[in-house]
C-alpha cells in the first residue's frame, strides 16, 4: 500500500503563491501517477493536477493552467504543488492521491486547507 501525508496549507492573500507538499511512504516503487484534487466548500472534489512518478509527465485543470505547477522528487519521495497568483476561488482542502500497480483502489491523503483571503 501507498500513504500520503499533505503538509503546506495555511491563509495566502489573493495574488500570493504557497507550495504543498505530499509525502510519499509504503510501496513507492508501484506508484503511476500521483494527483492533486481539492474541494471547496459546498462543491464536488475536483481534479487540479497530476503528474506521472516514473517520468515528469504533467496534466492540470483549465482553471490552474500557467499558474500552479506540479513536480515530483522521487529521492525524497515528495511531490510538490507550487501555487502562484492564487485567487479567492482557489480556496479548498486539497488532498493528495496515488494510483499503484496492484492497488485495488486510488489511495488519498488527508487533505489540508488552503485559504485565500484578504
Known amino acids: 500500500q501507498v500513504q500520503l501525508k499533505e503538509s503546506g496549507g495555511e491563509l495566502v492573500q489573493p495574488g500570493g503563491s504557497l507550495r504543498l507538499s505530499c509525502a510519499v511512504s509504503g510501496r513507492t516503487f508501484s506508484i503511476n501517477r500521483i494527483y492533486w484534487f481539492r474541494q471547496a466548500p459546498g462543491k464536488e472534489r475536483e481534479f487540479v493536477a497530476s503528474i506521472t512518478w516514473s517520468a515528469p509527465i504533467t496534466y492540470y485543470a483549465d482553471s490552474v493552467k500557467g499558474r500552479f505547477t506540479i513536480s515530483r522528487d522521487t529521492t525524497e519521495n515528495t511531490v510538490y504543488l507550487r501555487m502562484n497568483s492564487l485567487k479567492p476561488e482557489d480556496t479548498a482542502i486539497y488532498y493528495c492521491?496515488?494510483?499503484?500497480?496492484?492497488?485495488?483502489?486510488?489511495?488519498w491523503g488527508q487533505g489540508t486547507q488552503i485559504t485565500v483571503s484578504s
Open positions: 492521491a496515488a494510483d499503484s500497480a496492484g492497488s485495488s483502489g486510488r489511495a
